[in-house]
């Protein structure tokens, strides 16, 4: 019984990599790993992890938290690429912190630092839903 323990705490990962092998979804045994997979493979919304993955779709009880850790997940990814989130004036991720980092308190304030969005307008909405989640970090 020792040796089974001894080996067991030997081959303990821990950290990260446990947290990551957690099951979020227990209908089809979905991971945070299977939902980092999916977004380092190229999804960019929930509902295209979902596709991939199948989290959600049984019961439908883990939604709501797993549409909140893939929505961390995917702003992670975009602060960490620092991805241009604003072509026309090729505002990035990190500009969009900076500008929170130096006072700007709502989308408009980083709008009027950043120049955000005022340029074909197409990227209003999604960087409206981003600088609230960068608020609210």
Do not use: H
């Not at 072509?87 to 130096?102: E, M, P, R």
């Amino acid at each position: 019984m020792i040796k089974s323990i001894i080996s067991k705490i030997k081959k303990c990962t821990c950290g990260d990599k446990a947290e990551n092998n957690k099951i979020v979804c227990g209908c089809f045994k979905v991971t945070q790993q299977d939902l980092e997979n999916a977004i380092k493979n190229g999804a960019n919304s929930f509902e295209e992890v979902q596709a991939i993955t199948k989290v959600g779709t049984g019961c439908g009880r883990c939604v709501n938290g797993n549409k909140d850790l893939v929505n961390k997940l995917l702003l992670d990814k975009k602060i960490n690429e620092n991805q241009i989130v604003c072509g026309c004036f090729k505002v990035t991720v990190q500009d969009l912190a900076n500008a929170i980092k130096n006072g700007a308190n709502s989308f408009e304030e980083v709008q009027a630092i950043t120049k955000v969005g005022t340029g074909c307008g197409n990227c209003i909405e999604s960087n409206k839903e981003l600088v609230a989640q960068l608020l609210a970090r």
